[in-house]
């Protein structure tokens, strides 16, 4: 095998490395079938999830899932909202980049409407530090009784000091459920790192021939 081969052959091997680690979904426990002992504050027994000073309860549930045996169940708080964060108060710190472009989603399944025209509104959230917060992002579900995924994508522009996740839902004392959390890079972001990656090892080429 030639040396030219080998770096095409080396280009190819980083840059399915490289893919797989940023497809990653970055959330712990994202389908909530980990029901082991929680990691963080007690107040919320979810492995890896916790209420985010909203009130209410939150429990693993086998009331839905909408796959696997379980799903995270929030009653009351204003709003039903859970969260990760980087460990400030016992979470797990998850790996955000500030400046990639994320697809976020989940899915919900609300037992009521909290307005029977407009419904429920759900709400992400992702921050930086304490008291950094990038732009939510909102929607509307309009059926109860069904799993409904909601998703979006955003470009975060918060500091290096991440990194925190939440979604909430406006449902009042209604039990709300979620499974299936994903916060990922998007493949343009992708597709950027892999473009940077190959033209830093054409240039690292160009050099070792000049
Ligand atoms: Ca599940």
């Not at 917060?133 to 918060?158: I, L, P, S």
Request: include cysteine; hydrophobic fraction near 45%.
């Amino acid at each position: 095998m030639n040396k030219r081969m080998l770096m095409i052959v080396f280009a190819l091997v980083l840059a399915f490395t490289v893919g797989s680690v940023v497809q990653a979904n970055v959330l712990w426990n994202s389908s909530f079938e980990d029901v082991s002992a929680g990691v963080g504050p007690p107040a919320l027994p979810l492995n890896y999830w916790y209420l985010a000073d909203r009130g209410g309860t939150g429990m693993f549930s086998t009331d839905q899932a909408h796959t696997g045996d379980y799903s995270a169940k929030i009653v009351g708080g204003v709003p039903n909202s859970m969260k990760q964060d980087q460990g400030s108060r016992g979470g797990v710190k998850i790996a955000l980049d500030p400046l990639a472009t994320y697809s976020q989603s989940v899915w919900v399944y609300l037992t009521a409407l909290a307005d029977p025209i407009l419904g429920t509104q759900i709400y992400f959230r992702a921050g930086w530090g304490l008291n950094g917060y990038d732009a939510g992002a909102t929607y509307m579900v309009t059926e109860a009784n069904k799993w409904v995924q909601v998703v979006d994508t955003r470009t975060f522009t918060g500091n290096t000091e991440c990194s925190m996740w939440s979604v909430r839902a406006f449902s009042g004392n209604d039990a709300v459920y979620f499974d299936d959390a994903v916060l990922a890079p998007e493949p343009s972001s992708i597709v950027g790192l892999l473009t940077g990656g190959l033209g830093m090892l054409g240039f690292a080429i160009r050099r070792r021939k000049a």
